[in-house]
């Protein structure tokens, strides 16, 4: 192996960076280096793809830049020292630019037979941070597959962070003064513990033979922004039978503050060992931690208010907007593997969109978020809702009533190993902050928990399935209990649905292409922009309605439900997010029949044992039965025997049939054929 000269790889990192050219024929670099000259930014990321795509590329540089990634920032570093141009507008001067002049002019003045520790560093100089970015294509490693012959390269990891400490300050050079002889003396730190310097090294003090004390200045010597975090797996790449790994990480810099615990994110970084520091050292010998050196930070997914809609989303967005029958496709579009609930799907689409947070003058809150809780028979699915609600959301955590971390539901205090603090790890309702929490297993939650819950669920999105204490309840805007009900119909289609879903791994046609995940996000996040109010003529609607419901509770001997003030206000609450999803400034009247539609339906299943619907006799049942199945079918005629087939399987008897037939005759709906009783509908 040939030896490396630092100088040519410096000149090579300095040809890219000079004369690299986008895809417009921009030289990208020296624009940034520009901007950094006249402090507009301090981060310097070079991108190894723009280096893949160099029409001068050296594969062994690149090679080398991605193994040895540590020493190439560096190398990077005093390229851009003799590229920085000089700043071509005014910017005020700040203490740096003052010590900086100040210390330049001292140089000048002892630069003869100044030590090494002397001389001013250069990372005191710079006022830039140089990162080091992974080429975007190709797959992200899982944390386990990242071992130890990565040591020391650039590698990119998928993961959820799980923990972030809080951001300190990082020395990274040391500068003392003199007592005696009034030199500055540099020392530069390169790991996380460092032996400070006692005496004087300056040449004046060796003359005099005094052991000048030094002083550390910590207003003169340079810091860095720290953060440490961990990365642990995502669920989906952990092993059968295993426990998921995890990874620190260690941000620095403009890198700080860019993820919270709860976040999925890609990070490109340096893998490097870190050996164990004071007693740890003793007890581990010549072991050492490993730990990730951070370059750049991607978010899978954005929050609400960072997504930024590109070109082709703005307009597939305003096409979407403009379909009358929007609120049905992006229902239909959640979870279109699972058959049926198309009004659970509706309101779980609400509760991903939500309705604005009403701030009052005395600082009163009334939170817009929704709640919702699945109840029912084992095996309808709500499970399986649940993940794909997670999938839609943005920031989403998906737990059970025991709570997947090891902290539970709520938050547990831990030991952070930096600093020796206590600090507290969040667990799911924490993570799922501003975001979706779905709980299952309900009824299988710690009583701390749980009590717990009433608090969060006046702030934040909780989606609940299994049973639930009465004290809840009210909190809840939309209960809904799925039972499963014999019905040969309904089976029937549900089975056919099923082995679809089994033989084709897709589901089966909707009558339109069912959105991706990726474009519902954009179209919510569009549609959370918006904050929908009630006007004036709708406010007498809605308190009829609230005080009609009320009226019916208080005749029923066996009331299902109990109506709060809350009812009210989730009303409001559905009614703006239906808004909301119209891209309407306006509640119209439609949408506060939709809300109360919608809570009608949530008590669906409740109401009485035979199928009959809530206000419907069995005539007009078998009547609404027949005209659907004609309407299925496009056709006016019907034969007795599938009538009689249709209404005996939804439970209801042959004299039933007849009664009605010879009641809707009556009315002219329909014709009877006086010997094969056949029916012909009237066409209006």
């Not at 460092?194 to 207003?219: A, D, H, V």
């Not at 119909?489 to 995940?517: C, I, W």
Request: aromatic share 8%; proline share 4%.
């Amino acid at each position: 192996m040939k030896e490396l000269n630092l100088d040519n790889e410096r000149n090579l990192a300095r040809d890219f960076l000079a004369n690299f050219a986008d895809a417009n024929g921009e030289a990208k670099y020296m624009h940034i280096l520009q901007d950094v000259a006249n402090h507009k930014t301090r981060a310097i990321q070079v991108d190894l793809e723009d280096l893949i795509n160099y029409k001068d590329l050296d594969e062994e540089f690149l090679r080398r830049v991605t193994e040895n990634t540590r020493r190439y920032i560096g190398v990077f570093a005093s390229a851009i020292d003799d590229l920085l141009p000089e700043p071509t507008e005014a910017f005020p001067d700040d203490d740096h630019d003052i010590l900086m002049t100040q210390r330049t002019e001292e140089q000048t003045e002892n630069g003869e037979g100044a030590t090494p520790n002397q001389q001013i560093p250069q990372e005191v100089k710079r006022f830039f941070e140089v990162y080091i970015r992974a080429p975007s294509k190709g797959r992200p490693f899982t944390i386990r597959e990242v071992r130890s012959s990565y040591i020391g390269q650039l590698v990119k990891i998928s993961g959820i962070v799980t923990r972030c400490s809080d951001v300190k300050p990082l020395m990274q050079v040391a500068v003392y003064t003199c007592e005696d002889c009034g030199f500055e003396i540099y020392q530069e730190v390169t790991a996380r513990v460092f032996m400070p310097l006692f005496e004087c090294i300056s040449k004046q003090c060796k003359t005099n033979n005094s052991k000048g004390n030094l002083i550390l200045q910590l207003r003169a010597s340079k810091f860095l922004k720290f953060q440490e975090a961990k990365i642990q797996e995502l669920a989906e790449h952990v092993p059968k039978g295993h426990i998921p790994r995890s990874m620190t990480v260690h941000f620095r810099g403009e890198l700080t503050r860019k993820v919270t615990p709860g976040d999925v994110v890609e990070l490109s970084g340096i893998f490097l060992p870190i050996p164990y520091t004071g007693f740890r050292a003793l007890r581990a010998g010549l072991v050492a931690d490993t730990f990730l050196e951070a370059m750049s930070v991607t978010h899978f997914k954005k929050k609400y208010e960072d997504y930024e809609l590109r070109g082709d989303e703005e307009e597939q967005i305003a096409r979407l907007a403009e379909d009358g029958d929007i609120y049905n496709k992006l229902a239909r579009s959640l979870a279109p593997e699972i058959y049926g609930h198309e009004d659970i799907k509706k309101a779980l689409l609400l509760l991903l969109v939500g309705a604005p947070h009403r701030k009052l003058k005395d600082g009163m809150k009334i939170r817009g978020d929704l709640h919702l809780c699945l109840m029912g028979d084992p095996g309808v699915a709500k499970s399986q809702l649940l993940k794909h609600i997670i999938n839609v959301a943005p920031r989403g955590v998906y737990t059970t009533g025991k709570g997947s971390s090891g902290v539970g539901l709520t938050a547990a205090v831990q030991k952070d190993p930096v600093t020796n603090e206590m600090v507290l790890e969040g667990g799911a309702l924490v993570l799922a902050d501003m975001g979706i929490c779905a709980i299952d297993e309900f009824d299988k939650m710690d009583e701390s928990d749980r009590t717990a819950i009433h608090e969060v669920m006046e702030q934040q999105t909780v989606s609940i399935a299994k049973a639930v204490p009465p004290a809840l309840l009210s909190r809840f805007d939309l209960l809904w209990l799925i039972l499963d009900r014999a019905d040969m119909d309904s089976d029937l289609e549900m089975a056919r649905h099923v082995v679809y879903v089994h033989q084709n791994k897709e589901s089966p046609a909707l009558g339109f292409t069912p959105l991706e995940p990726s474009i519902l996000r954009a179209y919510i996040s569009a549609a959370r922009r918006l904050s929908p109010y009630v006007p004036k003529e709708l406010e007498e609607y809605i308190a009829t309605a609230y005080s009609s419901i009320r009226q019916e509770e208080a005749k029923s001997n066996t009331p299902h439900s109990y109506t709060t003030v809350r009812t009210l206000l989730s009303i409001l609450r559905i009614s703006a997010a239906l808004a909301r999803l119209r891209f309407s400034e306006t509640v119209a009247q439609s949408d506060v029949d939709e809300a109360l539609r919608l809570m009608q339906m949530s008590k669906f299943s409740l109401y009485s044992d035979d199928r009959q619907r809530p206000g419907l006799d069995a005539i007009s049942d078998i009547y609404s039965i027949l005209r659907d199945e004609a309407a299925r079918a496009n056709t006016m005629d019907l034969s007795y025997t599938h009538a009689l087939n249709w209404i005996s399987r939804k439970g209801y008897s042959e004299a039933q049939l007849k009664e009605c037939l010879e009641e809707y005759a009556a009315l002219n709906v329909w014709q009877i054929h006086p010997n094969t009783f056949d029916i012909r509908f009237i066409d209006a």
